[in-house]
Structure formats: C-alpha cells, structure tokens
C-alpha cells in the first residue's frame, strides 16, 4: 500500500531521459521505459506485465475512482489465469438463462459442468484490484489525462506523452512524459488511436441502470443471470439482468440505434417486469464500445490494447478477458524485445503480440461474428438462436468456449445433426419471428 500511496502523489513537469538505444544483440544500458494510457484490465495488465520484467511503466488514468459500464462477468478461466482473489467475485452464477422474444426460455445450467461457474464482479472492485497489484510490481500510477502524443522524427528518439494530472495537489499541472513506447488501453474513443492515425471503427452504446432490488427479488437473482433478445431490448444486441453484490445490472446495447437507447432500456426493464419491481436505480452509466478491430493495431512504437484495439466480442459482447490477456501479452512482448535486443521496434511488437493474439483468438471473433450476423438481424433468428441455446449440445461446446477460453474440438456427427436442427429453427421461426413482430406492433399501437 505505500507504493500506491506514493504513486498517486506522482505529478511531474516533465520526466526526461536519453532515449538512445544501446547496440544491438547487448544488454540495454537502462530499463525500458513505457507509457500506459488507461488503467482498466488492459492497462493495469500491461504495466503489471511491463514492471514485473523490470521496466519503467507509467500507468495514467484519468479517473482512478471511475469504471466502465459493464455487465460484470468473466469466464472462470481467468480466476487462475490472472490470479484473481475469489473475495472479489460478487456472485457465481451457475444459471444462465436466455430468453427470446416472445419469452421462450433456454436454461444453460443443466449443462454447466460440476463445479463450473460465471463469475460476476463490479468493474470498479477489479480495475481497483489490477492497478494496485501493478503498482506493487513496480509500476508507477500516474493520475492524469492525456491530452496528445508527441511523435518522434527517428527510431531512437521518445515519444512525449502530454497530459494534465489529476492527482491531490491544489490545481492540475500541465505534465509532459519521456518515454520509449505507448500503449494504448484507453478505451473505444481512445486518444492514443488517434494520436497515431490508427484508423476509425465502428462503436456500439452500451447503457446500463444499478438497480438495488428488495431482499427477495434478490434471492431470485442468487445465482441466476439473464439475457434477454428481440428487437424491444436491442436491434443488434440484447439486454441483460446480471446479479451484483446488493445489486443487479440491467442494461441494453445498440450500434444501429444510438439515439433510441433509453428507449430499448424500457424495453429491457419491461421485459424484466415484476422480477424487478420495486428496485431502486442506484447508478446509471453508459459508454462506447467497439464493434470490431482497429484497422492498425500498432503503429510505430505505440501498441493498442483491450478496447482501444477493439477486442470486443459483437455475439457476446464481452471484453474484460481479451482486455487483459491483450494488455499482458503486449507488456511482455515490448519487455521481451528491450532486453533481447536494447530497443522496441514496430516489426518486434507485431511478432510478439500481434502475431501470439491473432493465432490465438481471431478464429473465435470471426466465429461469434458470423453468429451476430446470422442470428441477431431480425426476431425470426433470435427465435431460431435461443431454441439452438436449449440444445444440450450447443451449451456443452458454448461452455467449453467461454470458460476455457478455447474453441472446442469438432464433433462431426454431433455437429451435422445440430446443423439440421439448426436449419429447421431457422424455418420455424420465421413465421413465429414475424408473428412476435406483428404482437409488438399491436402492443405499440395501443399503448
């Protein structure tokens, strides 16, 4: 805790440093020095990454008090993965329930294997988390608002990070960082993306109320999380009822429907209806999130990470894993080139990141993409996807997926039978899909 202490009252003019590299295939003749713009999970995990290898990292962020809006759930793996404390964990949810739009329901729990759960947690109890264990690994927290990106005119100059701190002192300082790489983990608006010229994405809209439900609306939500889809909640997207400590996060989210949003979370609450009665909003939040990858994801020195490279699921729309897996794998392929070789290079960033995510995770964000495209266009297939969600089959391989993050092996003939019943959903939701849509019209009508 003294390290945190003494990192938030971190609020320096300028740090200057020589940045010329040593030569090649030699000891560096000092630690690599990195800029770390964001503190969520990609941020924090960078510079954790960064500082455990003994660079100098600087984590700025803008608002440490702050978090993303988000529904909260991470898949197990990443327990052990990221060494996460189980005290964190808010709820294990070991029912997830999927509801279409005329409220067919797919319970997943009875697939869940033993012992298996979705932990829920509070993204401002996580990011806390991440950046205090950075910080005891070394790293130096720095709060600030970045504000542009001096770039350098030769591969052995520094990048000037400029921002305005936000630290305990009587008024924000105009402070300037001297460093040898940037990483970018601010977020889908990032600063640093544009900073580099890394091109634009399309975002979604992510809204979302704290509601704080009576002691027996909330035993329901014990161990119960629900998704519900149809064109009422999202016309992309769906909306969810995620359990929180004394709380649940309802919310919805839209690419095509932006300035509709409040209008699809009365749609989600409606849904909902008396499982949430008498709640009381606690918090109301919302933020950007990307729809697909940056078109460059690093650009000289400076890599993207986390949302900031948009490493968001569209199918499934989560993010809190890839965030930090992406930032951890980026800190230790700069830590990595610095101490082989003195220097970071764009070529070296894109092998041991770049090349280590994509071989890793691209196959699974083509997959839930194709998934978003086919099932969630109209009401006809999120009819046809939450009867496929009911297939014990599909919840076995979708488990396999989520929780280990790993595409599951083939099944050849399991899977050419789930392809037929698939075909035949498809067929048979049409015409419900357009009869559920004819209902809502009405309903529209006569409200």
């Known amino acids: 805790m003294a390290t945190m202490a003494a990192a938030v009252c971190h609020s320096p003019a300028r740090l200057s440093i020589s940045c010329s590299y040593s030569s090649s295939h030699s000891a560096p003749a000092r630690p690599l020095r990195v800029a770390v713009v964001g503190g969520g999970p990609a941020g924090a995990s960078a510079a954790e990454a960064l500082a455990s290898a003994g660079a100098q990292a600087f984590l700025l962020e803008r608002s440490p008090a702050g978090a993303k809006p988000c529904g909260g759930a991470i898949p197990l793996c990443m327990l052990d993965e990221f060494a996460i404390p189980l005290g964190l964990v808010d709820r294990r949810v070991t029912r997830m329930r999927v509801l279409s739009p005329s409220n067919l329901a797919a319970d997943f729990g009875r697939s869940l294997p033993p012992g298996a759960h979705i932990p829920m947690l509070r993204r401002e109890v996580l990011d806390s988390f991440l950046r ?5 690994a070394g790293a130096t927290l720095v709060p600030g608002l970045v504000t542009s990106l001096s770039l350098p005119t030769g591969p052995s100059d520094p990048y000037l990070v400029h921002y305005i701190s936000s630290g305990d002192g009587p008024s924000p300082t105009r402070s300037v960082l001297e460093v040898d790489a940037v990483v970018g983990a601010d977020g889908a608006n990032s600063r640093v993306a544009r900073e580099v010229g890394a091109g634009d994405y399309s975002t979604a809209i992510a809204f979302q109320e704290r509601i704080r439900l009576p002691d027996k609306a909330m035993e329901y939500y014990d161990d119960l999380a629900e998704m519900y889809v149809g064109g009422d909640v999202s016309p992309d997207f769906y909306g969810w009822v995620f359990p929180k400590c004394d709380h649940v996060a309802v919310g919805t989210g839209t690419v095509a429907a932006k300035p509709e949003i409040k209008k699809l ?23 950007p999130i990307p729809e697909h990858p940056r078109p460059r994801r690093v650009v000289g020195r400076v890599a993207l990470v986390g949302d900031a490279a948009g490493y968001v699921t569209r199918c499934s729309g989560e993010g809190i894993y890839f965030a930090a897996k992406s930032g951890r794998l980026c800190g230790q392929a700069m830590a990595k080139e610095w101490r082989l070789t003195g220097a970071v290079t764009e070529g070296g960033i894109r092998r041991g990141y770049l090349r280590r995510w994509d071989d890793e995770f691209l196959l699974t964000f083509r997959f839930l993409d194709l998934l978003q495209r086919v099932f969630y266009g109209d009401n006809a297939g999120r009819e046809a996807l939450v009867e496929m969600c009911a297939d014990e089959h599909v919840q076995r391989r ?14 050849p003939w399991a899977d050419l039978q789930l392809l037929w019943r698939t075909a035949g959903s498809m067929v048979r939701c049409s015409v419900l899909g357009k009869e559920v849509q004819r209902l809502r019209r009405l309903e529209l009508l006569q409200a």
């Open 132 to 136: 205090t264990r950075a910080a005891d």
């Open 265 to 287: 979370q009365s749609g989600i609450r409606a849904r909902a209806g008396p499982k949430i009665a008498g709640g009381r909003v606690i918090k109301v939040e919302a933020h």
């Open 398 to 411: 979708t488990f396999d997926c989520y929780l280990h993050k790993r595409m599951a092996p083939g099944e």
